[in-house]
């Protein structure tokens, strides 16, 4: 056995520790929404494996099983540091009270901020942290993106579904509604238009094999 230690890149073993954390609250996301009769079908997180490949520059690599359909980016950060929602479909809604639901399930110090895939099954998923060294994440931190993301984000069906607080209370409407608003906590948000999405169909995920260099699997500065 060859000690891996000595063969992985730090940024391969950090972008793999990237997507095992990331998976795992994915994982109580999946668990939450399959609860929820009206949420239809839940996000899947595909896993990580590495490869030796010792003809190549960059001997390992991530490797995930293939998609099978068209492949979509949902969501994802701009130059600036917005966030920009790609898609308008059930799946994007869904990212977006995704990404709702972790900013609020870590307290604001946890942001996915790439979220993309095949219909529902999600890959390479972008990470953003508050503050550096929060839950292990090895990323710098970036704040930036969490005081826009609170002014960004809009909630939609399934944010309501999972019964999320609205994020777009800023400290002035706080204060132009202190003296006459109640200590009473904020109401579920609400879905946009009331109505549900249709619900899609998973699409089928072959056995093929697909190579994805990690170098570009991590959200986080470097
Ligand atoms: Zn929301």
Redesign the pocket.
Known sequence: MFNLKSFFSLSILQACKIQNLAREYCKIFAAQTRMIENFGSELEFLPLYFIYRPARNIPYATVEVELKGVYLHYCGLDKAGSLVVKERSEVAQKC??F??WIYQHTNGNLLFTRLEGVDTIMTNIGVSVKSEGYQGFPCRANPLVFEKFQSQ????Y??GLLG?R??KVTEKLRAAVRPKASQSPQPP?RADNGQCPQTQRKSLISRKKKENISENVSECPS
């Not at 984000?153 to 939609?156: A, D, L, R, T």
């Open positions: 977006s009270s990404q709702h984000h809009q909630c939609n399934f944010c999320l609205p994020l948000c």
